[in-house]
């Protein structure tokens, strides 16, 4: 049994992780989540630069989907809500497929929701559609759901998991200074409930052959960079924060200005909930009471 599926077992033999039957889709318990709201409570620490907090649901509008250009780039991991929209006959037919086992999911239509596939995603429109920005830029608290379409039995690949986020549009001075200072920030977090990382330059998964070149360029200009503690994997961590960089891209796209008229730069900063509770557990102990003291205690106090 390789290490993925041997930490999965662990997990549920715990309790910590509950199995739904689908790879990358789990219950979890209290004692789990219990570690996440503690995180939680340490990045609201950390953080305390009064950024405005939003909660979005972990579906978006898929108008604002499509404009993204999300499909352009990662067409595989991209959810969508589809629903029955038919009459009563059209039913009929659904129950006879489903009764003789046929596919009765080809006939279930688009809804005007598609599954967030990132914190941020539904955040640029809202804040363009509020006018230009104030002199001080803005800064932006997210937690959401995301979907992500490959299921795994690596605990640390969930199709549907949480990510906190903070997002900050300015000049690209104001961006990149944000996003080091969360890099800077991520490494002492991590030091304080005793995991060792590292940070790395990284790309996203970005599809096909085109997308070995967006991948590539990305990683030349250092746009995105990853903070990775080993979970299932020593020779491959997994990132369990990452640092993004998008120039100008989503303040063009979204028509995001600054209160001198020009477009705005955009940074945002992910911590992946669920790896980093994992990284806890993988690290410290299935047995939260047996963890370090001083992890404790920058968890509970
Ligand atoms: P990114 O947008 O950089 O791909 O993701 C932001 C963060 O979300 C990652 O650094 C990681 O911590 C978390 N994340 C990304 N993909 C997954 C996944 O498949 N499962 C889990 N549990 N977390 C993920
Ligand atoms: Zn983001």
């Given at each position: 049994?390789?290490?993925?599926?041997?930490f999965?077992?662990?997990l549920?033999?715990a309790?910590?992780?509950i199995?739904t039957?689908?790879?990358g889709?789990?219950?979890?318990s209290?004692?789990?989540?219990d570690?996440?709201?503690a995180?939680e409570r340490l990045i609201?620490?950390?953080?305390?630069?009064n950024?405005e907090?939003?909660r979005?649901p972990?579906g978006?509008?898929?108008?604002?989907f499509e404009k993204?250009?999300?499909m352009?780039?990662?067409p595989?991991?991209?959810?969508?809500?589809?629903s029955?929209?038919?009459?009563e006959?059209?039913?009929?037919s659904?129950?006879?497929c489903m009764?003789v086992?046929?596919d009765w999911?080809?006939?279930?239509?688009?809804t005007d929701?598609?599954l967030?596939?990132?914190?941020?995603?539904p955040l640029?429109p809202t804040?363009a559609r509020r006018?230009?920005?104030?002199?001080?830029?803005?800064?932006f608290?997210?937690q959401s759901?995301?979907?992500?379409?490959?299921p795994?039995?690596?605990?640390a690949?969930q199709?549907l998991?949480r990510?906190?986020?903070?997002?900050c549009?300015g000049?690209e001075?104001?961006?990149?200074?944000?996003?080091?200072?969360?890099m800077d920030r991520?490494?002492?977090?991590?030091?304080a409930?005793?995991l060792d990382?590292?940070?790395d330059?990284?790309?996203?998964p970005?599809?096909?052959?085109a997308?070995k070149?967006l991948a590539?360029n990305?990683?030349d200009?250092n746009l995105k960079?990853?903070?990775l503690i080993?979970i299932?994997?020593?020779?491959?961590?997994?990132a369990c924060m990452s640092?993004?960089y998008?120039?100008?891209?989503?303040?063009?796209?979204?028509g995001l200005?600054l209160?001198?008229?020009?477009v705005a730069h955009?940074?945002?900063v992910?911590?992946?909930l669920e790896?980093?509770?994992?990284?806890?557990?993988?690290?410290h102990?299935?047995?939260?009471?047996?963890?370090?003291?001083?992890?404790?205690?920058?968890?509970?106090g």
């Amino acid at each position: 049994m390789d290490m993925q599926t041997s930490f999965l077992d662990r997990l549920f033999d715990a309790g910590l992780l509950i199995d739904t039957g689908v790879d990358g889709l789990y219950g979890r318990s209290g004692q789990f989540e219990d570690v996440i709201a503690a995180f939680e409570r340490l990045i609201d620490r950390f953080a305390d630069d009064n950024a405005e907090v939003i909660r979005f649901p972990p579906g978006m509008s898929r108008a604002i989907f499509e404009k993204s250009g999300y499909m352009k780039s990662f067409p595989q991991l991209a959810g969508t809500v589809h629903s029955f929209c038919g009459g009563e006959l059209d039913h009929m037919s659904l129950l006879k497929c489903m009764e003789v086992g046929d596919d009765w999911t080809k006939d279930q239509k688009a809804t005007d929701i598609a599954l967030t596939p990132a914190a941020c995603y539904p955040l640029y429109p809202t804040i363009a559609r509020r006018g230009r920005l104030p002199a001080t830029g803005g800064l932006f608290d997210l937690q959401s759901y995301c979907f992500r379409h490959e299921p795994s039995k690596d605990p640390a690949r969930q199709q549907l998991f949480r990510m906190r986020e903070y997002v900050c549009m300015g000049t690209e001075e104001q961006v990149t200074e944000f996003r080091q200072s969360w890099m800077d920030r991520g490494v002492k977090m991590m030091e304080a409930v005793g995991l060792d990382v590292v940070i790395d330059v990284a790309n996203d998964p970005f599809f096909g052959r085109a997308g070995k070149m967006l991948a590539n360029n990305q990683r030349d200009q250092n746009l995105k960079f990853e903070l990775l503690i080993p979970i299932t994997s020593t020779a491959q961590p997994s990132a369990c924060m990452s640092f993004n960089y998008h120039q100008d891209a989503f303040g063009t796209k979204w028509g995001l200005e600054l209160d001198d008229g020009s477009v705005a730069h955009t940074a945002c900063v992910g911590f992946g909930l669920e790896r980093i509770a994992l990284a806890l557990f993988h690290h410290h102990g299935l047995d939260v009471t047996e963890w370090p003291v001083a992890a404790r205690k920058a968890l509970w106090g």
